[in-house]
């Protein structure tokens, strides 16, 4: 699934991520303290790696060379290609774009995220 950077996931997505205290460049995951080390992210809550360039999302934490191993990166719908955008994100951008800045907006100004 090719990522449209519409910032759907990063806040509607109820998942485990890694705590912004722990980022770092040689990370490995596998060896951190799952209780210490990772936090619950809840849906309508945005991710504390989630900023913004130009009102398109981007991914704090997108081009760690671990980032593969995280759920975000596992997260993928039933697509015929690897290639193929988004459906979900070609519908709120094309589709409703101003019914999801409404929610998003509404999201992003209840957690911290930086521009």
Known sequence: MKCLRCSYCCIMLD???????FVKEN??????????????KPSYEACPHLSFVD???VCKIHNYKWYTQTPCFKHDQISASPD?????GEYLLKKNP??????????????????
């Open 15 to 21: 998942v485990i991520i890694i705590k912004p205290e």
């Open 27 to 40: 990370l490995i995951l596998y060896k951190l303290p799952v209780g210490e080390a990772f936090m619950h």
């Open 55 to 57: 009102d398109m999302a």
């Open 84 to 88: 193929d955008p988004c459906r979900m």
């Open 98 to 115: 101003d019914h999801w800045k409404e929610i998003k907006d509404k999201c992003i100004s209840t957690s911290e995220v930086s521009s």
